[in-house]
């Protein structure tokens, strides 16, 4: 866990990307990251499915810390209906990324604030991302350069897949993996954030 002085929550993700998005937010935090079974259940909706382990995640933190705020984040990318996880091997990342390949998906969080001794409040925030038309050649060397490896979609907005995004509607942030506007929504509604 990371102890930070003063911290308002903890962060149930182990997420570098969620945490720098926070830090450069300036809301102080620790980290103690979930493990909660992320496997969707037959004929869960996408939302449905990000919401429910956005919440599992924060609840199962909160178990371990009753007194203190707890934030749990769930992103999917999906497309045609179908969730694009974490992709297992590198044949999974590029069909992915074919499939982004010259349209429209989207990209939704939902996080989950979890109150000492309360049930959590989870909420979500949806982009539409468009990548223009990729070549064999850039998806082959995208995933050999192994960032999609550990990312919903099979790729990173922030990394090397920021140069694909013709167009984005929403908050960049949620394609990042935590929608900040939300998240300091949530904090100050709550009285954790002036």
Not at 87 to 100: D, H, I, K, Q, S
Request: aromatic content about 4%; charged content about 25%; some cysteine.
């Amino acid at each position: 866990m990371l102890e930070t002085k003063n911290a308002i929550l903890i962060l149930a993700s182990s997420s570098p990307r969620r945490q720098e998005l926070l830090r450069e937010a300036g809301i102080l935090f620790e980290v103690d990251p979930a493990r909660v079974n992320e496997e969707l259940r037959a004929g869960e909706p996408p939302l449905i499915y990000a919401c429910r382990l956005a919440a599992e995640k924060a609840q199962a933190v909160s178990r371990r810390h009753p007194q203190r705020w707890v934030l749990g984040a769930d992103t999917i990318v999906v497309i045609d209906g179908e969730i694009l996880g974490k992709p297992r091997n590198a044949e999974e990342a590029e069909r992915m990324l074919r499939l982004l390949s010259g349209r429209a998906h989207e990209v939704t969080t939902a996080v989950s604030l979890a109150a000492p001794g309360q049930n959590a409040e989870t909420r979500s925030r949806t982009t539409q991302v468009w990548f223009r038309t990729l070549s064999d050649d850039e998806i082959r060397n995208y995933v050999a350069g192994g960032e999609p490896m550990d990312k919903a979609g099979a790729y990173a907005i922030q990394g090397g897949a920021a140069r694909w995004a013709d167009r984005i509607e929403g908050e960049y942030t949620n394609v990042v993996g935590l929608p900040l506007t939300l998240v300091t929504e949530m904090l100050r509604k709550n009285g954790l954030l002036k």
